[in-house]
């Protein structure tokens, strides 16, 4: 049975490489994101390896009415359908402190946007009775910290809408997964210097496909943050919140 993947910003690193993996796999494609020529060179990319077919368009997270060509675009494939959700942004928190309006973007990219679009989505999918979303967050939302706490704020409501949305979906054959990405070597984390256990889009898009294998609802990326964030998220609030980190 044939499978179209539509990818939510689709011009990212970890989308890229994702992207690939599925192109060199024969699936079709429908790669949204905001900028139109960057995507046109993608799709022509992916046809070049060996994508069924690979079609691109624009999406904004904050505007739901560029939704609609892409799920009318969905609706016209055969097949199975699965989803898979990169966009998101994160400012730096001391710029966020200082333009408390920057606030409504991050929740926007990270959270309500991609909620919506699968909310919108979610209806044809279980009409199929197959497919899987992806949706990536973050570590960043399995505990308020310091240095990202709106971005962390955003991708822990993310993660509690795709937990319900797989409680949902499941019964009627579509797996969702969601998936947590520590540091990532890409353009978001350049100015952070190197961080612990970092790894690379290419990483991030083969720990996708292993979960997806193995029907996984959480994946940690790289893996060792699994076991990171178990004990963040058990240390005692009276010392977490004299620490740094």
């Known amino acids: ?61 904050r505007d739901a009415s560029s939704f609609t060509p892409i799920l009318a675009k969905a609706g016209l494939t055969e097949g199975t359908l699965s989803c898979a959700v990169f ?35 979610a209806p044809l ?14 570590v960043a939302g399995d505990r308020g910290r310091l240095g990202n706490y709106v971005y962390g704020a955003a991708k822990a409501g993310f993660a509690t809408y795709l937990s319900g949305l797989r409680n949902r979906m499941g019964r009627e054959g579509v797996h969702v997964m969601t998936v947590k990405p520590g540091p990532v070597d890409t353009a978001m984390t350049w100015g952070l210097g190197k961080q612990p256990f970092m790894t690379t889009p290419d990483g ?31 240390i005692p609030e009276p010392i977490f919140k004299k620490m740094s980190i």
């Open 125 to 138: 999918m279980e009409e199929r009775g197959s497919g899987t979303v992806v949706g990536v967050g973050s």
């Open 87 to 121: 966009i998101g942004s994160m400012p730096d928190q001391s710029e966020i402190d200082a333009d408390p309006s920057l606030i409504d973007g991050v929740i926007a990219d990270s959270f309500t946007g991609p909620a919506r679009f699968l909310q919108l989505l």
């Open 204 to 234: 991030v898009a083969s720990d996708i496909l292993k979960g997806l294998s193995k029907k996984r609802n959480v994946v940690y990326t790289a893996g060792i943050w699994r076991l990171v964030m178990l004990v963040i998220r058990n």
């Open 1 to 61: 049975m044939s499978e179209t993947w539509i990818i939510l910003g689709a011009s990212s690193s970890m989308a890229r490489a994702f992207v690939r993996k599925l192109a060199e796999s024969g699936h079709g494609l429908i790669l949204t994101g905001r900028d139109k020529d960057d995507l046109a060179r993608l799709s022509a990319d992916c046809l070049a390896r060996g994508a069924a077919s690979c079609e691109s368009l624009p999406v904004d997270a």
